[in-house]
C-alpha cells in the first residue's frame, strides 16, 4: 500500500525545471498533474494578452501568480491583468531610465550582493534612510517608487542571473540592516504607507520571488512595522522572513 502510494505521489508530480533549467533551487517548482492542467488553462486563457515585458508572460510568473490565488485560474489571470494594468499606469517601462538623482543618495538601496546560489541580494540599511524627512520633504510617495524600482532590479537580476548561468536558484532576497530605526525618523504617520504600499506592491506584482527575507539589528520598536504588515504577507512571505535582534551572537 505505501509503495503504491509512494508511486502515485511520484508520478503524479511533475517538474517544471525544464522551463526554468537545472536548478537546486530552493523554491518549489513541483507541480502536481491538477495543477500543471491549471497551468496550462492559464496559458490559454492568457494567450491573446499583450504582455509588456518578458517575464510577465514566463511559466515561472504563471505559477507564482496561481500559488497567490490558490490555483484559481480565473483570479490568477485578473491578477495579471491587474499587474499588466499597473505597469502601463506607472510607467515602469522607464522606471530605471528615470532621474533619481534627488533619491539615490539618501535613501541607497544596494543589489549587488549574492548568496551561496548566486541569487541577488537586495540591502538596505535604515540608518541611512530618514523617512520623516521624506514625508516633511513631500517624497514619501517618490520613495516608495525607489523601492518598487529596487523590486523590479532584484527581480530581473534574478530572472537574468539564472538565463546567464550565474545562479542556481530562481529567487531573490532582503537584507534588511535594522539598527538604528526609530520612531522619530521611521514612523511617521505618514512614513507608515511606506511599508504599506511596499508590502501590497511586492504581494500583488512580484509574488512568490523572495527566498529569504532577514531584519537584522532589529529593536522592539519594529514590531509596529511587523505589526502593520503582517496581515498584508503571504504565508510563503511571512515564511521567508526572519527577524533577528540586536544581540550579535
Ligand atoms: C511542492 O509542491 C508540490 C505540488 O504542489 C507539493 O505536492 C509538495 O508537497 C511541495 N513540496 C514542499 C516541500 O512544499
Ligand atoms: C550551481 O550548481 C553547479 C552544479 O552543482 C555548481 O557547479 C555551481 O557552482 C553552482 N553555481 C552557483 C552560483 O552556486
Redesign the pocket.
Known sequence: MRGAKLFFTVYSTVLIVSLVGKT?SLENLSLTQAEKQKLDQLKDAVSKINFPVDWMQQELTFVRYLRAREWDVRRAKSMLLETVAWWEENKMKDIHKEDWSDIEKDYPLHTDG?D???QPVMVMAYAEWDLRQAAVQGKITRVIRWFIKGFDEIHSKSLEYRKLG???GTQWNFIADVDKFSRQQHICVQCLRFYTELAVSFESRYPGGVDKIYAVNTPSIFQVVLSLVNPILSKGTLNALRVLGTNKE
Do not use: R
Open positions: 537546486s549574492v551561496k546560489l548566486g550565474k545562479t542556481n
